[in-house]
């Protein structure tokens, strides 16, 4: 059975950082392809970064330039470092492994950009 576990969330003043943590379980994670969405309060869940299985990368414009999305086999796990956080990014944020047209999602972690 495939398990994905989020952590990292939490408190950081506006312009600080934080990474996130998407770990998987239960399949051959250097097959994945990890994706990150967040989603506040009445809306929708929106994609802002995602790395294929041959690690490349894209990001939401909201988030280019300030997060990177890495993945690390070894670890089976996948990190989102987010810098230069902004009120903004307050948000929920939620990871998605994918293979071969199933998609696998974590519980979530709460992120507050607040002073």
């Known amino acids: 059975q495939v398990q994905v576990v989020e952590s990292g969330g939490g408190l950081v003043q506006p312009g600080g950082s934080l990474i996130l943590s998407c770990a998987a379980s239960?399949?051959?994670?250097?097959?994945?392809?990890i994706s990150w969405y967040r989603q506040g309060t009445g809306r929708q869940r929106d994609l802002i970064a995602v790395?294929?299985?041959?690690?490349?990368?894209t990001y939401a414009d909201s988030v280019k330039g300030r997060f990177t999305l890495s993945k690390h086999n070894a670890e089976n796990t996948a990190f989102l470092q987010m810098n230069s956080l902004r009120p903004e990014d307050t948000d929920d944020y939620y990871c998605?492994?994918?293979?071969?047209?199933?998609?696998?999602w974590g519980q979530g972690t709460r992120v507050t950009v607040s002073s």
């Open positions: 790395i294929t299985a041959e690690e490349i990368t």
């Open positions: 239960g399949v051959s994670f250097s097959t994945l392809t």
């Open positions: 998605k492994a994918s293979r071969a047209g199933r998609a696998y």
